[in-house]
């Protein structure tokens, strides 16, 4: 289940960030290379 850091994180990248598919690509790779962030995402 989502946490409600994660979406306050997802929209100040959004508008931090014009282009959203990029802004989503660059969450994606930070998952990938740390997954300590993923874990703590998810509790």
């Known amino acids: 289940m ?11 990248n959004i508008m ?3 282009d959203k598919r990029s802004s989503f690509q660059d969450f994606l790779t ?6 300590t962030f993923l874990r703590s995402m998810w509790g």
């Open 30 to 35: 930070g998952i990938t290379i740390n997954p």
């Open 2 to 12: 989502m946490t409600k850091h994660y979406w306050l994180m997802q929209k100040k």
């Open 16 to 18: 931090c960030v014009k």
